[in-house]
């Protein structure tokens, strides 16, 4: 696991709404150009942190969806997360003839506060697969991982699904090689357990 999405429709109540349940607040993270989005980080652990990302305000709209799902998104929430994965053309290959499409692999960067530029590659995050419990792919290459700079005092413990149809999402996660508890539910659902300042909550 690389990182947890948590959408929203203003990141500033989102960082609010973070802090009140976790006690640390997210610092921000800075904007994507060309996507209509930007963000803020919290660290989970030495190399995986949670996103919270919602539209920015400060940019056109881009020519196409925003990612995640965020224009029809009607209540804050885990939305989706990423694997860590280097190779991602040939993992992008073998999915596909396992019968799970990535989506291209595409290219993405934003700037830090500080000016130095992050970048990184993907599969498209704007396709939610599996109701957002199968994850898109990502690496970073040579740049620094985002976890290093973002406030620590947050642990993952755990991060497990819901779904009505698990059968099927445990399937997907199969093809993709990438392995995650999915159980019965009413509602698709990621949880994630996180140990905080303010004891253990779960996120979903």
């Not at 980080?41 to 925003?66: C, K, M, T, V």
């Amino acid at each position: 696991m690389d990182h947890l999405v948590w959408g929203g429709r203003n990141l500033d109540e989102e960082i609010d709404r973070l802090e009140a349940l976790t006690g640390v607040r997210a610092a921000r993270g800075g904007a994507h150009p060309g996507a209509g989005t930007h963000n803020a980080l919290l660290r989970l652990g030495a190399a995986s942190y949670l996103e919270l990302i919602a539209p920015d305000p400060a940019q056109a709209p881009p020519a196409g969806p925003r990612w995640f799902g965020l224009d029809d998104l009607t209540a804050p929430g885990l939305v989706t997360w990423a694997a860590r994965a280097t190779d991602l053309e040939r993992r992008v290959a073998k999915a596909r003839e396992a019968g799970l499409d990535l989506g291209e692999v595409r290219r993405g960067q934003r700037r830090l506060r500080d000016g130095e530029l992050l970048t990184w590659r993907l599969t498209q995050p704007e396709i939610a697969r599996g109701d957002g419990l199968v994850p898109f792919l990502i690496d970073w290459g040579e740049s620094p991982h985002p976890a290093e700079r973002a406030p620590a005092g947050i642990a993952l413990v755990a991060l497990g699904a819901e779904h009505p149809d698990p059968p099927r999402i445990r399937r997907m996660l199969e093809q993709l090689g990438v392995e995650l508890q999915v159980s019965r539910g009413p509602t698709p659902a990621l949880i994630a357990t996180l140990d905080t300042p303010r004891g253990r909550i779960a996120l979903r």
